[in-house]
């Protein structure tokens, strides 16, 4: 029995070695989940899609035949109720939706109000 007594030690070693480069790849490799870089891809689509759709929100504040006063509104509105005003005047609705997008509506606003 003791001439197997290294491949205890082995196994001991290449456990203890798994746990701590799990430990370090996890904590400072970079290593997520498949859950975890599900949610981050869904993030940053999202982030993107927002800033593509931003430039149509803002043509259609500046297409708006009413954007002189809706701009002026916006822009002395506070800024709790700007992205509410650019949903209820349309600009951050989608040619194929019938809602307007809150967080293109929310983008839009600050490119508007500045």
């Given at each position: 029995?003791?001439k197997?007594?290294?491949?205890?030690?082995?196994?001991?070693?290449?456990?203890?070695?798994?746990?701590v480069?799990a430990?370090?790849?996890?904590?400072?490799?970079?290593?997520?989940?498949?859950?975890?870089?599900?949610?981050?891809?869904?993030?940053?689509?999202d982030?993107r899609?927002?800033?593509?759709?931003?430039?149509?929100?803002?043509?259609?504040?500046?297409?708006?035949?009413?954007?002189?006063?809706?701009?002026?509104?916006?822009?002395?509105?506070s800024?709790?109720?700007?992205?509410?005003?650019?949903m209820?005047?349309?600009?951050?609705t989608?040619?194929?939706g019938?809602?307007?997008?809150?967080?293109?509506?929310d983008?839009?606003?600050?490119?508007?109000?500045?």
């Amino acid at each position: 029995m003791p001439k197997f007594e290294w491949i205890k030690a082995a196994l001991g070693g290449a456990v203890v070695g798994a746990v701590v480069m799990a430990v370090v790849g996890f904590s400072w490799g970079g290593w997520v989940t498949g859950s975890a870089s599900r949610e981050n891809a869904e993030t940053i689509a999202d982030a993107r899609v927002v800033t593509a759709l931003t430039p149509y929100c803002v043509v259609n504040a500046q297409a708006d035949p009413q954007s002189s006063e809706r701009l002026a509104a916006l822009k002395s509105a506070s800024s709790y109720q700007r992205r509410d005003l650019v949903m209820a005047n349309g600009w951050a609705t989608l040619a194929v939706g019938k809602d307007p997008d809150r967080a293109v509506a929310d983008a839009c606003q600050k490119v508007l109000a500045s």
